[in-house]
């Protein structure tokens, strides 16, 4: 094994962080033992404190910041997806890796696998996409494709990693077992590889290397880093911001305060094919544990899932009506054509004629811009919502 030069940064603290590495590793069985206790933990909590889990009635300041970072390959779709969380106030962080197999639904396109959300929704539908299934904000996306995240590997002098198995493609072999600095191409290799026979879980872990390895190697000045990247990375937010998200991470791994976590999910069956979907229990006490600042106002209420039916046939409606119903403390559940199109004025449909159940639905309209008259009964809407929303023409996105 070579050593990495004496004096670098990485040589310093490789075998600190390789101890703390195999300590932190959650990603494999831990994991699943953790989110038990910690669900049964938050049912404790919520059952002794009356079904309350706050504390008086004023909302803590958010500090957390939340950031989705993906890697895209050749046909558009995101080969590597990580939800970056930095809170500056209590100097802790959170990794959260995303399985690009777990079924998601994009606002105003459909459901599908979340690795193809931003080739067919775009940036903003892959990261509301992820929003909506984990049940958290997400302030915004840093998006690089396979070059770019190669160069900034190779910019940052290359990466110390532990390779764990033969890295190969076809017949050619990659890359051989052992730590070992790695350049970006080969970065990018070891960060989405899964051998023959291999679940999903462990090129997670080997992505929780890559990106690990990555945070070790940032310059002071990433702003900077982030300008060389050229047109292949770009970020919703601006590049301070998120250059102050991953410095922040980096020294939450210095500090042994980052953690890192796979969303929970659970496996569906179909074929021989690795489909996945998120696991109810496990990600809110995933969420309640490490995002808990990040909780959208009116995520955890009942009463208030809304299921969007588009009405008039234009494309991306679902999105635009999102974007009205979440800030306003509806959950948005999904977005799908209604039976035919051609509907004038928005209904709005509630299951009962409470007074409850009425004022959910005024509540909806008000959020949409249309009028309270827009609501109405059916018993046909279920269980999978608590409002149905039929969108006509009368419907003004902005």
């Known amino acids: 094994m070579t050593e990495p030069s004496t004096g670098t940064r990485v040589g310093r603290r490789t075998?600190?962080?390789?101890r703390r590495r195999r300590q932190r590793r959650r990603l494999v069985v831990a994991g699943a033992m953790a989110f038990v206790l910690l669900a049964a933990a938050a049912t404790f909590l919520l059952v002794k404190n009356g079904g309350s889990s706050s504390v008086g009635n004023k909302a803590p300041v958010r500090t957390q910041k939340t950031l989705l970072f993906q890697v895209t390959g050749s046909d558009g779709s995101a080969v590597m997806s990580a939800l970056l969380a930095d809170d500056r106030k209590s100097k802790t962080g959170a990794v959260v890796l995303i399985q690009p197999q777990v079924l998601a639904n994009v606002p105003g396109v459909g459901s599908?696998?979340?690795?193809?959300?931003?080739?067919?929704?775009?940036?903003s539908g892959s990261r509301n996409a992820l929003s909506d299934l984990m049940g958290v904000i997400i302030d915004g996306s840093w998006v690089v494709d396979a070059t770019s995240f190669s160069r900034l590997i190779d910019t940052l002098g290359g990466v110390t990693v532990n390779v764990d198995v033969v890295v190969q493609r076809n017949r050619t072999v990659l890359l051989n077992p052992g730590q070992q600095r790695l350049g970006g191409s080969q970065a990018l290799s070891y960060a989405t590889y899964l051998a023959a026979g291999e679940q999903?879980?462990?090129?997670?872990?080997?992505?929780?290397?890559?990106?690990?390895?990555?945070?070790?190697v940032l310059p002071k000045d990433?702003?900077?880093?982030?300008?060389?990247?050229?047109?292949?990375?770009?970020?919703?937010?601006?590049?301070?911001?998120?250059?102050?998200?991953?410095?922040?991470l980096e020294g939450d791994d210095a500090s042994n305060d980052l953690q890192y976590q796979s969303l929970p999910v659970t496996k569906v069956d179909v074929d021989d094919q690795q489909r996945f979907r998120i696991d109810a229990a496990g990600d809110k006490a995933l969420v309640d544990d490490l995002l808990s600042q990040s909780i959208p106002p009116g995520a955890r209420k009942s009463g208030n899932r809304v299921l969007v039916l588009n009405g008039v046939g234009t494309p991306g409606l679902g999105d635009k009506v999102r974007a009205k119903l979440v800030p306003a403390g509806f959950v948005f559940i999904g977005s799908r054509n209604a039976p035919h199109f051609g509907f004038a004025n928005t209904i709005v449909l509630v299951p009962t004629a409470t007074e409850q159940s009425l004022a959910v639905g005024r509540s909806v309209a008000k959020a949409l811009g249309v009028p309270g008259d827009s609501v109405q009964t059916t018993d046909e809407i279920g269980t999978i919502a608590d409002v149905v929303v039929i969108v006509g023409a009368d419907f003004k996105a902005k």
């Open 200 to 216: 999903e879980q462990v090129r997670l872990t080997r992505l929780q290397a890559v990106f690990d390895a990555m945070l070790n």
């Open 222 to 248: 990433t702003t900077s880093l982030l300008a060389s990247l050229g047109s292949g990375s770009a970020t919703t937010q601006p590049a301070a911001t998120v250059a102050g998200i991953l410095q922040g």
């Open 15 to 18: 075998e600190q962080r390789e």
């Open 112 to 123: 599908g696998q979340f690795g193809s959300a931003i080739k067919i929704g775009g940036v």
